[in-house]
């Protein structure tokens, strides 16, 4: 699929197209991305970068240049200053798992939790020319992560997301979910409103329906008073409200209707059970009024929480 992604740039077949993936490897990737463009007519030449200065030039690459592709001079690389195509499987560095709370990638503006491949996405949109291509095998939380939200916006405003590929398979042997992403380069900078999200490469394959635009205007503070908070009021709440799988609700003590039994066009009250206020629906706030500080076992084992003062992990 992301072979099949790289196989239609617009271009007079007659040129020589460039074809560059910045993090290149073995060349595997852009070896195979330009035999299918071989095979339907075009002269191409590849360019490999990689930073692992262990590998030897890969068959197949016209060009390798053992450099950190987010620190090089672009201009001495591709000398007509742009690729018609760049494909790769850039590293994923999420920040997560050693525990930083600092960008991945220096270079990219993005948000503490930033994977290192967004960098790669900035990268590819400033090197391919209007018309051509940038397909990447990326982490799927691309798609929608806050983290990733200035890239996904600038490579909008460069580009149109148009060609997709996720399974819900591992099919690498990383740890990790991977999509595939195809965009052609407009000729000018696109407008584009509010912050986007590519959740559609998931949903659009596993059937749940576009929720199109939604018109909005303020924020729920503008409609609502907040007369209670979590820390003070949740539990509380356990004698006011008939939980998921309680009693039926009546005006004096409506359902609650936690954000886990609401799906798209689907309200799930009365046919999920939900945990609420530690033990289940029975649970009383006054059976540990009067102990204050009690250790609870829901929303996280072993949670010490005071209805008076907040939870004290
Ligand atoms: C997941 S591998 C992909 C290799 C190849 N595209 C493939 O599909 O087999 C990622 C590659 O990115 C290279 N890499 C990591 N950081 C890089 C950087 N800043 N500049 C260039 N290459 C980098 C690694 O050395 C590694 O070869």
Sequence with gaps: ??????????TDSARTMTVLDPACGDGRLLVAAADRLRATGHT?????IDIDPTLTHPEGVDEFICADALDIDWSAVLPGGCADVVVGNPPFRSPLPRGQHTPSAPTADTGPYGDLALA???LSMTLVRPGGRVVLVLPTSVLASRDAGRVRRRAEQRAVLDTWW???DRVFDAHVDVCVLGFTVSSAPRTVTGSPVWSHVVTSSVGVPD???????GTVGDRCRVSANFRDEYYALVDAVVPSSGAAPTRERPALVTSGVIDPWH??????PVRFACCGPLASYRAFRGVGGTTVGAQGAGRRADPHGGSRG
Excluded: K, N
């Design 166 to 168: 996720w399974q819900p």
């Design 267 to 272: 309200c799930h009250w009365g046919e999920r």
């Design 120 to 122: 790669f996405i900035d």
């Design 211 to 217: 929720l199109g635009t939604f018109t909005v205007d």
């Design 44 to 48: 191409v030449r590849t360019i490999g």
């Design 1 to 10: 699929m992301a072979m099949a992604t790289v196989t239609s740039p617009t």
